[in-house]
DNA sequence: CACTTGACCTGTCCGC
DNA sequence: TGCGGACAGGTCAAGT
C-alpha cells in the first residue's frame, strides 16, 4: 500500500473514529502480525483508552492510556478498516457490502471496542504487523532512529532536501528516494510522479543532479504528496482507508501504471522500465539520461 | 560504510 | 481451462 498519503488518510480517518473508545478483546491469526504476549495485552491493551492516532514515515501509532501503543506497519497490501456498531448489516451505509465481509480471509488481527464498534487490520501478503510497545520506546527502535525528516513539515527546506541526498551519490535517484532514511514515506507511486514532475531520469547518478534539480523535486514530492492527500490517497490495488473507501489520486497520476498512454506534458508514449529492483514509468522525451 | 539482491507472502494477470 | 512465471504500494538481512 500504503506509502505517506495513504497512512497519513488512515490517521486522519482513524483520529476521527476511534480516539477515545475503550478496547475491549483483540484476537489474530499468527503471531507474525501479532508479535506480542498475552500478559502484554492483558495489562496494557485490554480496558485501555485510545488517545491519539499519529503517523511518522509509513508507521501508524495508536497510543492508549496505559502509556502503550499499537505500532502499526501496512508494508504492502495492509488495510486498517473500521465497522461501527451500528453499520454492521445497516442499509444504506456506502461500504455496505465490504463492511459486512469482515472480517475475510486476509483479516490478521481484530480489536473490539467496547461500544461494539471493531477495527480491522487486513493484509494479504502477510508482510505487516501490529505491535504492542510502551509508547516512550517507539522513538528508540531501529527503524525511527534511521528514518529521515518528514517531507511535508513545514520546517523541511529545499537545502535539508538536498543535503540529505549526499550520502548517497553514488546510486541512483530512484534508490535515493525510496530510501527511507534519506526522506521519510517516498514509496514507488510518488518517487516515479515526483521524477516525471521535476523532469529527472530514475537511473540518474544522484551525484550528476543539480540544485535546481534538487529544488524541483523537493517542490514536486510535496506537492504531489499533498495532492494525494487531498484525493485520499492512491488505490492501485487494494488500499482503503479507515473507512473501507479507495483513494482516487490514481485517476491524476501522471506517469504512474500509465505506460503505453500519452505523457500530459507532451505527448510522448509513457514507457515502463526496471530501476532499483522496482517497476519504473517515465516519460521518454521529459526524463533523458 | 554504501550499494545490490533476495526473501518475506498471497493473489492476479498474461502467455502458452 | 490449466499451468508457469512475472509482478505487486515495503523493508530487512545478507552478500559484494
Redesign the pocket.
Known amino acids: 500500500?500504503?506509502?505517506l498519503p495513504?497512512v497519513e488518510t488512515v490517521r486522519r480517518g482513524l483520529a476521527n473514529l476511534i480516539v477515545g473508545k475503550v478496547v475491549s478483546a483483540t484476537d489474530h491469526d499468527?503471531p507474525?502480525s501479532f508479535p506480542n504476549t498475552e500478559t502484554d495485552v492483558r495489562s496494557f491493551l485490554i480496558g485501555a483508552n485510545v488517545t491519539a492516532v499519529r503517523r511518522r514515515?509509513?508507521?501508524l501509532m495508536i497510543d492508549l492510556s496505559t502509556n502503550y501503543s499499537l505500532v502499526v506497519?501496512?508494508?504492502?497490501?495492509g488495510q486498517l478498516v473500521y465497522v461501527g456498531g451500528d453499520e454492521r448489516f445497516g442499509a444504506g451505509h456506502p461500504n455496505d457490502s465490504l463492511v459486512n465481509a469482515l472480517p475475510d480471509?486476509?483479516t490478521r488481527v481484530t480489536l473490539s471496542f467496547a461500544d461494539e464498534s471493531q477495527l480491522f487490520f487486513n493484509d494479504?501478503?502477510?508482510?505487516g504487523w501490529v505491535k504492542l510497545l510502551p509508547t516512550a520506546e517507539i522513538p528508540r527502535?531501529?527503524?525511527m532512529l534511521?528514518?529521515g525528516p518528514e517531507p511535508l513539515a513545514e520546517t523541511f527546506t529545499v537545502d535539508m532536501f538536498a543535503e540529505r541526498f549526499q550520502?548517497?551519490?553514488?546510486?541512483?535517484i530512484k534508490?535515493?528516494i525510496?530510501?527511507?532514511?534519506v526522506v521519510a514515506?517516498?514509496?514507488?507511486?510518488?518517487?516515479d510522479e515526483s521524477l516525471w514532475g521535476a523532469k529527472i531520469h530514475p537511473k540518474r547518478?544522484?551525484?550528476t543532479i543539480t540544485p535546481e534539480e534538487f529544488e524541483a523535486l523537493y517542490t514536486d514530492l510535496r506537492e504531489v504528496m499533498n495532492l494525494s492527500i487531498e484525493k485520499g490517497?492512491?488505490?492501485?490495488?487494494?488500499?482503503?482507508n479507515a473507512e473501507g473507501k479507495?483513494?482516487s489520486y490514481m485517476d491524476f497520476a501522471r506517469v504512474?501504471?500509465r505506460e503505453g498512454l500519452p505523457c500530459p506534458r507532451c505527448g510522448t508514449t509513457i514507457e515502463?522500465l526496471?530501476v532499483?529492483?522496482?517497476?519504473?514509468h517515465i516519460c521518454p522525451h521529459c526524463q533523458t539520461l
Request: cysteine-free; hydrophobic content about 30%; aromatic content about 8%.
Open positions: 500500500m500504503p506509502e495513504e499468527t507474525k514515515a509509513k508507521v506497519h501496512l508494508k504492502m497490501t480471509k486476509s494479504q501478503r502477510k508482510f527502535l531501529p527503524f534511521k528514518v550520502r548517497r551519490g553514488r546510486t541512483n534508490a535515493a525510496l530510501d527511507q532514511s514515506g517516498v514509496g514507488n507511486i510518488y518517487a547518478l544522484v551525484a490517497g492512491s488505490s492501485n490495488r487494494n488500499y482503503v479507495r483513494g504512474f501504471r515502463k526496471r532499483a529492483g522496482r517497476g519504473t
